[in-house]
Nanobody
Framework: QVQLVESGGGLVQAGESLRLSCQAS????????QGWYRQAPGKSRELGAS???????DYADTRKGRFTIFRDNVQNTVYLQMNNLQPRDTAVYYC???????WGQGTQVTVSS
């Protein structure tokens, strides 16, 4: 059974950084695309960044220049580096596999002003 496990969330102040990790078990990330989504309280889940098997990244407009998605196929992990975090980035962040159609359990990111 394939599972995704996220980690790296936490409470930070505005302007600080976090790096989220999403590690797959029971399957390989290397041959397909993944995405990082987020869901703020009372809002729908939205895509923040995605990365193809070949490493091409795409970002939501509001995160370009602040967020970087990258992968380590040896570690079977996809990362989301988030810099200059703002209170509007507060949400639960989820990793998604487009091939398997599954989600991780989510990791909370809270940014205080």
């Amino acid at each position: 059974q394939v599972q995704l496990v996220e980690s790296g969330g936490g409470l930070v102040q505005a302007g600080e950084s976090l790096r989220l990790s999403c590690q797959a078990s029971g399957g390989l990330f290397a041959d397909h695309a993944q995405g990082w989504y987020r869901q703020a309280p009372g809002k729908s889940r939205e895509l923040g960044a995605s990365i193809t098997a070949g490493g091409r990244a795409d970002y939501a407009d509001t995160r370009k220049g602040r967020f970087t998605i990258f992968r380590d196929n040896v570690q079977n992990t996809v990362y989301l580096q988030m810099n200059n975090l703002q209170p509007r980035d507060t949400a639960v962040y989820y990793c998604h596999s487009y091939k398997w159609g599954i989600w991780g359990q989510g990791t909370q990111v809270t940014v205080s002003s």
